[in-house]
């Protein structure tokens, strides 16, 4: 079983890649919920949307989130009407927040609305939430606290960061399968997902980060950076905030007590002194992947890294804080 | 002041005709709820909906219901994801309940919701819901009891009916400004509706029929018959579940402690001894409205009808129990 941890955009490429390589069944993947929000009243988790319509060939490759093709008459009517449309939901898209919401209000949990809506759209991998607690990614700038998606999306990450944190994160609980998964996978990869937004929430979950220690998996990693920048998105921004340079550094510092590998862009490769750095060997590869034949190769790249390394002994490493 | 009562498709048709010849000021519209669901999780006011779109020229003159030209990707998504779909709801019309929806939620009333809405779309004239609270018209059929939807909707009306309820109508009060609307008409309009399920619930409401017997206002009816057959829907089944003949006389009986007068299509007039039936006077007109130019002139008679009429002494009229 390969168990991924993983945010949207960068890591659904990754996890799509990977669902055309294994069977079904050989893939669990743990997704960060720290970007959910309610939205028209609705139950809105944008990262497992992601990855459940980058798994069932729905999402829309154009703008990365929502589904392919979609319409948005419901959010011109919303508009209308005097509600905010800064926040996007297509017309199909908003049939996956009405079935949540639904459940959910009905008493069932965010992982047993997401088991329905994968089985629904034909998934035969595990998509499960990091937790079915509410965890919030809340963003520090000058104006103030704010919800990821008011950073990321209503003010395109132009804000300046001066800290995250996880609200609702010390209390809670992993989801039902995630600590197991961890324990019993052949591998563990960590997407190339923003460290402090995407994967962060994820390790911020009581009992994740101790099962990353625990598990004889080894656990790799796949750089979101290539030359020192982000592949998209906020995610320099984000690591300056929390006291780390952007850069293959950066990176492995936020992984550092548990991570086995690390997989970087070739060119980033050859910068980095040898083949390993701060003890954490690198692989390069290419890790921009903008055709499905680019998510494969990294997939296949990421398995075979996995199964090549022997998992450091992690009761000698030590975690760098930031 | 006109006060009109009404259901949803033959109302709205009316409604739109006397929108288009008065004032916005001068026209109340109270409207039944009987029917309203919860769909999808979310509120539904179907003839609300009805009514409302009609007065913004936005409702869909093909299908009776809902928003002209509008899509229905969501309904198809969710067909998808396993959710039942014979209650159709378009995309543009979804905002319209999500919107209903999140002020429900949040504490609001239905007509603090219809408030809102209506706002929102440039209606000028007062759209009340006969009650805030919940009153479900339940239809009594051999498989057994069913909601109004589900009567007429999901089993597009084929049961056989042996009965009607308006559940939770004992309990329910009339919705701020109804009574007193009803109380200082100038006149009141029963629009050519189901008298059973689309003016009956509204009747049902405590302290509505009591308002039309005090009210000094005319009170005028339009007859959803012609032809002894309803001009559409199930109104000939529901008004023989109550032991009434499908006929004016049948119309006369659910209103006759408070009708003034009654206006019949041409034809049915001819039929009726004299120009009065149970001593209620009745007015020949063209009452079926196909096209705007008909709404109008129902519309136009209607008040000059209305006008022209004494309201008869309550105190000496005397209900036909059916």
């Known amino acids: 079983m390969i168990v991924v941890l993983t945010g949207g ?14 069977p079904p069944a050989e893939l669990t993947i743990v997704v960060n919920t720290g970007d959910d929000l309610v939205w028209w009243g609705l139950h809105v988790s944008p990262d497992l949307d992601t990855i459940t319509y980058g798994l069932s060939g729905r999402l829309s490759i154009e703008r990365g989130w929502g589904v392919d093709g979609d319409s948005f008459h419901c959010r011109e009517a919303m508009g209308s009407l005097g509600s905010p449309v800064w926040f996007q939901l297509g017309d199909r898209d908003l049939a996956t927040h009405l079935v949540r919401t639904q ?5 069932r949990t965010l992982s047993q609305a997401t088991e ?5 759209l034909g998934i035969g991998s595990r998509v ?5 607690s509410t965890v919030e990614t809340r963003v520090m700038t ?13 003010d395109r990450f132009r804000p300046e960061v001066s800290g995250v944190r996880f609200a609702g994160a010390e209390q809670a609980r992993p989801a039902p399968g995630v600590i197991e998964a961890i324990e019993c996978a052949a591998a563990v990869v960590l997407a190339p997902s923003n460290p402090v937004t995407s994967i962060g929430p994820i390790l911020a979950v009581p009992g994740i980060r101790e099962a990353l220690l625990r598990t004889r998996a080894p656990a790799v990693a796949v750089s979101p950076l290539v030359g020192n920048a982000a592949v998209s998105g906020p995610t320099g921004n984000l690591m300056r905030s929390q006291g780390l340079p ?16 690390l997989l970087v862009d070739s060119r980033d490769a050859l910068n980095a002194a040898g083949n390993e750095l701060f003890n954490v060997p690198l692989h390069a590869s290419n890790i921009v992947m903008k055709s499905e034949s680019e998510k494969v190769e990294l997939a296949r790249q990421t398995l075979l890294a996995a199964h090549a390394i022997t998992p450091r002994d992690r009761t000698t490493l030590k975690r760098h804080e930031a």
């Not at 459940?103 to 008493?107: C, S, V």
């Not at 499960?128 to 079915?132: A, I």
Request: negative net charge; hydrophobic residues 45%.
């Open 142 to 154: 000058p104006q103030g606290e704010l919800s990821f998606q008011e950073y990321f999306v209503r």
């Open 116 to 120: 329905h809506i994968t089985r629904g």
């Open 246 to 261: 952007v850069s293959l550094e950066g990176i492995i510092r936020c992984y550092d007590d548990f991570l086995d590998l």
């Open 103 to 107: 459940l959910m209000t009905a008493g």
């Open 9 to 22: 955009t960068g890591g659904a490429k990754l996890v799509q890649g990977l669902a055309l390589i294994l």
């Open 128 to 132: 499960l939430p990091m937790t079915d």
